[in-house]
């Protein structure tokens, strides 16, 4: 069964570090999105991509954050500049279709120190 | 406010058991409604989903969901329980009206006990 798959598992990095976390979306797959969970808190939502470019974004989602289709399979998310409050799960998902339910992947645990 | 209640923080039951998990929303239309589950360690797996028809859908691992409109309610069941079921489950919702992201709820934790 096709699944989303991302790396690394886990990331350590330190503050004012830049960090890239990779996600490969289920191949028929045209939405991409990633989200974050804080530890001990809820699932939030920070970008969404379709067609090469963002469709949404949240607050959250500042100009320390960028993401990239940089090829077919892959999808990035890149903090340039990384904070002690960045760390935390990000998960990558992505759907077939607007709407359509998301398949996530298994997370990358970044740890900013 | 828009939002995704899951008034229950923490579950326990023992194997065998059924099991109720509750979700509550806050939104002006019915969204699309999933659930899904965190193993520890692990990501987000989906069990359910509603978009319309009828509002009791099956998922896998023996899974069930009730969509109640006048409730703003999808609730979680389960007749029997497997220790295998540990974990988190979380309530989500796509408010189609305020774009394509999921919202979640807090999560419940599910703690069996044998």
């Known amino acids: 069964e096709p699944e989303v798959t991302q790396t690394p598992s886990h990331q350590v990095t330190q503050m004012g570090q830049e960090v890239i976390l990779r996600c490969v979306p289920i191949?028929?797959?045209?939405?991409f999105y990633w989200y974050r969970q804080i530890l001990g808190q809820k699932v939030e939502f920070l970008v969404s991509?379709?067609?090469?470019?963002?469709?949404?974004k949240s607050e959250i989602f500042d100009d320390q954050f960028s993401v990239e289709r940089p090829d077919g399979s892959n999808f990035t998310l890149k903090i340039r500049s990384t904070k002690l409050e960045d760390s935390a799960m990000y998960f990558c998902?992505?759907?077939?279709?607007?709407?359509?339910?998301?398949?996530f992947g298994p997370g990358t645990r970044l740890t900013v120190t | 406010a828009q939002s995704v209640t899951q008034p229950d923080i923490h579950i326990t039951v023992s194997e065998g058991a059924s099991l109720e998990l509750r979700c509550n929303y806050s939104y002006g239309a019915t969204p699309y409604l999933f659930w899904y589950v965190q193993s520890p360690g692990q990501g987000l797996q989906l069990l359910l989903k509603?978009?319309?028809?009828?509002?009791l859908v099956q998922g896998i691992k023996g899974f069930e969901a009730e969509f109640k409109r006048s409730q703003s309610s999808f609730n979680l069941r389960k007749p029997s329980v497997h220790w295998s079921d540990a974990a988190e489950y979380f309530c989500?919702?796509?408010?189609?009206?305020?774009?394509?992201?999921?919202?979640f709820g807090a999560g419940t934790i599910l703690r069996v006990k044998s």
């Open positions: 191949s028929n797959h045209l939405y």
């Open positions: 998902a992505s759907s077939e279709l607007e709407g359509n339910e998301q398949y």
């Open positions: 509603y978009f319309s028809g009828d509002t």
């Open positions: 989500a919702v796509l408010p189609m009206e305020y774009g394509n992201k999921l919202v």
């Open positions: 991509f379709y067609n090469n470019e963002i469709s949404e």
